[in-house]
């Protein structure tokens, strides 16, 4: 359990992470990253994928440097603090599963638990809606992490495991600057609004480095408040909302309202059912999509895992016709978004009480 001082100082650390990620949001919209769309893990990961080819949705290819700074800031961090080491193991196919439905869920509601709090502090009543849903998956997977679901905990590995991620990062940088002919770059569209590099990079850095230190994850944050009763870390993402809306009002660009909102939609039974699949499939893999990255910077594979599962996912939402845009969620988004529901509450189900039930009847025999 922890003490008062011990959770003051993580409160420190937690708010002053937020507000940083705040502060840096709205310094890259300034730069030139969409409105209410400074940061947010599960687009850049999805423009990312189809610069790379995975796609042909024209509007949405671009590498985000983003990402690669997100994973070198933990992993710059973590070697220096000598916590850095390769692990992994617990059933990686599965968490790719669950964490393909985590990426179909935020296309449904066009953004991560970082964006959906940006989205906020910009005055996207759309994302109050995407909050309760986030909040509703949570309580769902925090049930059965306390009837004892478990994937399996990681072991340690050979280093090089937890090296693949931040490699394939490295790669990405590279495109960026050489800029081959096979990277696709959009000239219109969500994808041709973008901060200049360096500035991506050098802020993304800096939040992987602190996501690291801190542990900040809001999918764990609301875990925690109904698992041990203690909101020490959600605090991170109310400074992320204050600062937001500081910021928007003070460059006069809050917009109040659910309609017109930047890239964004107004049906709101989906934009709840597909937070509910994010904050569901989150607690069950350990972490939303940003936690995720930082992760894999300080060498999870299991993370890696899970990135690979939002590259393809992202892919995959374009090529048939899921992803929502703000005109609506097609029906293939709605049956993917069932369907992933489905998915996690088997494999939720087997991995707490048909296992459970397995080590019984061991036991007994």
């Keep these: 359990m922890l003490t008062d001082k011990t959770q003051n100082r993580n409160l420190g650390w937690f708010i002053g992470t937020g507000g940083i990620i705040g502060l840096f949001a709205m310094a890259l919209t300034k730069f030139g990253n969409p409105l209410n769309m400074g940061i947010c893990a599960a687009c850049f990961i999805r423009d990312t994928a189809g610069a790379l080819g995975l796609d042909s949705a024209a509007a949405v290819q671009y590498i985000r440097p983003e990402i690669a700074g997100f994973i070198f800031g933990a992993l710059i961090l973590s070697l220096v603090k000598r916590d850095w080491k390769g692990q992994g193991g617990g059933a990686p196919l599965v968490r790719f599963l669950i964490a393909f439905f985590v990426m179909i869920g935020a296309l449904v509601f066009l953004g991560c638990p970082l964006r959906l709090m940006l989205r906020l502090g910009g005055g996207d009543l759309n994302a109050l809606i995407g909050l309760a849903g986030f909040a509703g998956g949570i309580a769902l997977g925090s049930f059965f992490l306390y009837k004892g679901f478990n994937l399996g905990k990681a072991k340690e590995q050979p280093a090089v495991n937890g090296l693949v991620v931040p490699l394939i990062a490295f790669c990405l940088l590279v495109f960026i600057i050489i800029k081959p002919s096979f990277i696709k770059i959009s000239t219109e569209g969500v994808g041709s609004m973008h901060a200049p590099v360096l500035i991506s990079f050098v802020a993304a850095l800096l939040i992987g480095a602190l996501v690291q230190k801190s542990g900040l994850c809001m999918s764990g944050g609301i875990r925690n408040i109904f698992l041990i009763k203690n909101a020490t870390m959600f605090w991170g993402y109310l400074a992320i909302f204050i600062v937001t809306l500081i910021g928007n009002i003070i460059l006069g660009k809050l917009k109040v309202g ?15 059912f597909g937070m509910v699949l994010v904050g569901y499939g989150s607690v069950l893999i350990g972490g939303c999509p940003l936690r995720q990255l930082v992760m894999s910077g300080e060498g999870n594979s299991d993370a890696g895992m899970c990135i690979i599962a939002f590259i393809i996912a992202g892919a995959t939402a374009h090529n048939f016709g899921i992803a929502a845009s703000p005109a609506g969620v097609p029906l293939n988004g709605k049956i993917a978004v069932a ?10 189900i087997f991995c707490t009480f048909v296992k459970q039930a397995g080590v019984n009847e061991s036991k007994a025999a």
């Design 339 to 348: 369907i992933g529901f489905t998915v996690m509450l088997i494999v939720s």
């Design 258 to 272: 659910f309609a017109g909102q930047p890239i964004a939609h107004t049906d709101g039974l989906w934009n709840f």
